[in-house]
């Protein structure tokens, strides 16, 4: 039986994604360094396994293709795709079509579309998102890659991905890169919501002194509404489970150092790259690698005592929460303007033509940061075109003055009662900087022109200048 697609590495994704396949209709080979994992998966699914096709070597995993072979790769990023790409071509032929589904640093993902381009083969870099049960029920795809490929993949992607009523939230992005740039920049979003929303329950905590069950009430409320989104519904989840070994609600017992595996800091990187202030996802990154440094902390506690307690003015009534929820709302529309700012940056810089409205809509459902406000998004680019940043769009910046005055009492009230608020204060700072036609730059520039004669631009006339300052 000649398989519709391969997937190479049947680990946590790969294995989700076959299952996905086959689930769909579609006959899947496997090809696993472990080949017991592949025969595990045929005969562990039931009727679904009875469309995976378990292989022993890659020659088997190749021959057992349809031709043009579609080949999925998903292995840990990095050299081992390009192990695993050299180590399959001398078995394929014309028209073959590899894709690379990992997280791949979309600089990677460039390099092979170069290199394969001088083949008679196809190579695709595909962001995947959604987890493990994206994988297996439905992730969110973004696909880079030669565009007439995708033609070949769509009739297998857009039935296995997630459904926003109905609409597949899969795309083709753009070349190359593309697709990974994207996956890349949606994971760094989802470290500036995901802090944002720490955050939060900092205050609620620290600031209300409530109890994790408490909190994760008012975040179910808060999921009713405009916040609605996956992240806040986990939230709630993640407030209300109790330890089973102590009883006690478990995020009290998980320690505060947070995992990272460099999505958010490329996500960081590129955007400085650009000259784009993504300042929340900055702000998200950097606060993870502190949260990491515990043993640091509490050595720094100790010399300046940590501000303990519950403080600040903060009130658990309705309006104190409604004030809570309102910040947060606002600082995520920046949040999300500023990392839609990067994928403009970066469409106009490489030439991708990036559809920002059609990326918003392949992240409506599957993916992580998925809610009903990235439909606002879709429908803020439909309406105005790809402005150049969304805080632009009218219908944001109505939302934004609405909440503009909660963001900006939260942050105080928290700096004032010591409460960390990396993200929320970038957010609120980077507004503030970028609503502002008069900035202090000028100053900079006053100083770079006298210290290294950098030269500077005037209000009042055409050119470049260089002043004689003062000998200093
Ligand atoms: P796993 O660790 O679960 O699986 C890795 C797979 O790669 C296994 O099949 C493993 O084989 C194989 N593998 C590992 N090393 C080698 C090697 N040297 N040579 C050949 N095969 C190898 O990883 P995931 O499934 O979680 O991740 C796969 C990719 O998907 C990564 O790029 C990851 O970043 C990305 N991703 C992961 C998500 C997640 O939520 N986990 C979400 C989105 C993307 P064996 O079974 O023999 O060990």
């Not at 769509?154 to 083709?172: F, H, M, N």
């Not at 650009?274 to 010399?303: C, Q, Y």
Request: some cysteine; proline content about 4%.
């Amino acid at each position: 039986r000649l398989a519709d697609i391969g997937v190479l590495g049947l680990g946590t994704m790969g294995a989700n994604l076959a299952l996905n396949m086959a689930e769909k209709g579609f006959v899947v080979a496997g090809s696993n360094r472990t080949a017991e994992k592949a025969y595990a998966l045929r005969d562990d699914n039931g009727a679904v396994g009875q469309n995976i096709v378990p292989t022993d070597s890659i020659e088997q995993f190749v021959a057992t293709l349809k031709t043009p072979r579609l080949i999925v790769f998903m292995v840990p990023a990095g050299p081992i795709v390009d192990e695993e790409m050299q180590r399959i071509m001398p078995l394929l032929s014309p028209g073959d079509i590899m894709i690379d589904a990992g997280n791949a640093d979309f600089n990677d993902t460039v390099r092979r579309s170069k290199a394969i381009a001088d083949t008679p083969f196809h190579f695709v870099g595909m962001g995947v998102s959604g987890g493990e049960l994206g994988a297996r029920h439905g992730p969110s795809i973004m696909v880079g890659g030669e565009e007439q490929v995708y033609s070949l993949l769509s009739k297998i992607l857009e039935p296995i991905s997630a459904k926003y009523q109905g609409t597949p939230c899969v795309a083709w992005l753009g070349p190359d890169g593309a697709g990974h740039f994207v996956k890349t920049i949606h994971n760094g979003i989802e470290y500036a919501d995901m802090q944002m929303i720490a955050e939060i329950y900092g205050i609620l905590r620290d600031g209300l002194g409530l109890s994790a069950g408490e909190m994760s009430d008012i975040f179910a409320d808060w999921n009713s509404r405009g916040l609605s989104s996956y992240l806040i519904e986990i939230t709630a989840v993640n407030l209300a489970e109790k330890d089973p070994d102590s009883g006690k609600p478990l995020v009290d017992v998980i320690a505060d150092e947070a995992g990272q595996k460099g999505t958010g800091r490329w996500s960081a990187i590129e955007a400085q790259k650009l000259g784009v202030g993504a300042t929340t996802i900055e702000a998200a990154v950097s606060a993870r690698g502190i949260s990491s440094r515990r043993k640091e902390r509490a050595a720094t506690a100790a010399l300046y005592g940590s501000v303990a307690g519950v403080r600040g003015d903060f009130h658990p009534d309705k309006d104190g929460l409604k004030e809570l929820e309102q910040a947060l709302e606002t600082a995520k529309i920046i949040a999300y303007a500023q990392g839609f700012a990067v994928l403009s940056a970066a469409s106009e810089e490489r030439g991708w033509n990036l559809p920002l409205g059609e990326i918003a809509r392949i992240w409506r459902a599957g993916c992580i940061i998925r809610s009903q406000f990235l439909d606002d998004i879709t429908r803020a680019y439909e309406a105005s075109g790809p402005a150049a940043n969304l805080l632009h769009a009218p219908q944001f910046v109505e939302r934004v003055k609405a909440g503009e005055t909660a963001l900006r009492r939260v942050v105080a009230k928290a700096a004032l009662a010591g409460i960390p608020m990396p993200a929320l204060a970038a957010a609120l700072s980077y507004f503030d900087d970028y609503r502002r036609a008069r900035g202090t730059t000028n100053l900079t520039q006053a100083q770079r022109d006298l210290f290294g004669a950098h030269t500077f631009h005037r209000l009042d006339q055409e050119g470049v200048f260089h002043h004689q300052w003062p000998a200093v």
